[in-house]
């Protein structure tokens, strides 16, 4: 895949792996136990073989998924999230959220397990583990600079 865009933007960045048209479906499917390409490919249908082949390729190519050969004749591989791959489960979570208070046709909602009440995201202090309500985004200057030259 080529690089879209050349922004100093963490959002930016993400989406020049992850932001192609069908990536992060991809990426779901194998999260949520369909790792074999015909399980993948049946769970999105519209998705054509070559293109799949394509972007599982590339996953694995940024450290997002592996592969695992279970057959040698014809070759046949299994998929799996790497530890930045499964860590995309908050995306994930985060965007089934924000459908479910957004889209006219909600098809899922992130509930407690326990209770069935639904849930929603907050952010702690990784030092302190209280939660914090106000939140900054702040450049990494050094990262900037490096981006400038």
């Given at each position: 895949m080529k690089t879209r865009y050349n922004l100093p933007c963490n959002i930016a960045q993400s989406l020049n792996i992850i932001g192609d048209r069908w990536s992060l479906l991809v990426i779901h499917e194998i999260l949520n136990g369909n790792t074999l390409f015909n399980e993948i490919k049946k769970a999105l249908p519209g998705i054509s073989s070559n293109l799949l082949s394509e972007r599982l390729k590339y996953l694995e190519?940024?450290?997002?998924?592996?592969?695992?050969?279970?057959?040698?004749?014809?070759p046949r591989y299994r998929y799996t999230l790497t530890k930045s791959g499964e860590e995309l489960e908050d995306v994930f979570n985060a965007l089934i959220i924000w459908g479910s208070h957004h889209l006219q046709k909600c098809y899922k909602k992130l509930v407690d397990t326990e209770t069935g009440d639904e849930v929603e995201i907050r952010y702690y202090n990784k030092k302190t583990g209280k939660s914090v309500e106000d939140l900054t985004v702040i450049a990494i200057q050094e990262d900037l600079q490096k981006a400038g030259e």
């Open positions: 190519q940024e450290g997002l998924i592996t592969s695992e050969l279970y057959i040698q004749h014809p």
